[in-house]
């Protein structure tokens, strides 16, 4: 999954989250839907669940969105 389908998978949740521009929140939300092998077993091994960082994303960004490309400045 590592190449164009994580970026498409990362661009749908930018699209959830109402950004235009895509960043590392994106991807690693997408991570969760990989069905690589070692992904699946470090999300497995380290009981990372999606819900959860969607949950801490939300919180830390409160109503602000990716509207440029240096979102954090």
């Given at each position: 999954m590592f190449g164009s389908q994580l970026i498409n998978d990362a661009n749908s949740i930018k699209n959830e989250f109402s950004d235009d521009?895509?960043?590392?929140e994106h991807i690693?939300?997408?991570l969760f839907k990989n069905?690589?092998?070692i992904t699946r077993k470090f999300i497995k091994d380290f009981n990372l669940k999606e819900e959860n960082?969607?949950?801490y994303?939300?919180?830390?960004r409160g109503d602000k969105?990716?509207?440029n490309k240096n979102?954090?400045?």
């Open positions: 521009y895509l960043s590392i690693i939300l997408a069905n690589d092998y960082f969607k949950k994303i939300k919180e830390l969105k990716v509207n979102p954090e400045n």
